[in-house]
């Protein structure tokens, strides 16, 4: 479920601290139901996805995440000089001295985000290309219920012009395919891997 800006904005997070100049772009209720202390289950599972290669469900989603690596490599959006530590400074640069001492967060392997810092309540993850830079966060909040749940906000900063259009000009395609097959992707697999934990051992 898709969820207001405030979602976000309106939790203590330590990420406000050091992306204050970025923008909410998207917030979203994850449909991982869990435990006080299950955030680094969730976030085990989205590493292990990322660093895998970032893949969407179903016919559009596929369409759209090919289209948008061609273009990257055509017009060298996602070159090596674009990204976190060329066009743009890391983040952690940012942090403060105990978020550095602390945790960074899995290694995400060879695709183009870098962990930042994990706590007890929230990961962060950043990449830049030629386009933008992004930030992933994860944060792990009471549902109301009595349970937790995982929720996503993504937080971008364009490059200029060119980083404003393209924001503008793949929303609707975020929204008709990549979201919808990512949130059914990522429930799928907590239930599986939930199914797991709760199964007796032998």
């Known amino acids: 479920m898709r969820l207001p800006r405030t979602a976000h904005t309106d939790r203590?997070?330590?990420i406000?601290?050091?992306a204050d100049d970025f923008t909410v772009e998207d917030v979203w209720a994850l449909p991982t139901p869990g435990g006080p202390d299950d955030l680094a289950l969730l976030v085990r599972q989205i590493a292990d996805g990322i660093s895998g290669g970032v893949r969407g469900e179903g016919l559009v989603s596929r369409v759209l995440f090919a289209v948008r690596w061609k273009l990257g490599?055509?017009?060298g959006w996602d070159e090596s000089g674009t990204g976190v530590g060329a066009r743009v400074p890391s983040l952690r640069d940012r942090l403060p001295e105990d978020l550095r001492r602390g945790p960074r967060g899995p290694d995400l392997g060879s695709s183009p985000f870098t962990s930042l810092y994990q706590r007890s309540d929230e990961w962060a993850a950043e990449m830049g290309n030629k386009t933008v830079h992004a930030v992933m966060h994860i944060g792990w909040v009471p549902d109301g219920s009595g349970g937790y749940r995982g929720r996503m906000a993504v937080l971008v900063k364009p490059n200029g012009l060119l980083g404003t259009l393209y924001m503008?000009?793949?929303k609707p395609f975020r929204y008709l395919g990549v979201y919808p097959a990512l949130m059914r992707s990522i429930?799928?697999?907590w239930r599986a891997n939930a199914a797991g934990r709760s199964a007796p051992r032998l």
Do not use: K, S, V
């Open 16 to 18: 406000h601290e050091i």
């Open 73 to 75: 490599a055509l017009l």
């Open 187 to 189: 429930g799928r697999e």
């Open 168 to 170: 503008a000009a793949i």
């Open 12 to 14: 203590p997070w330590r």
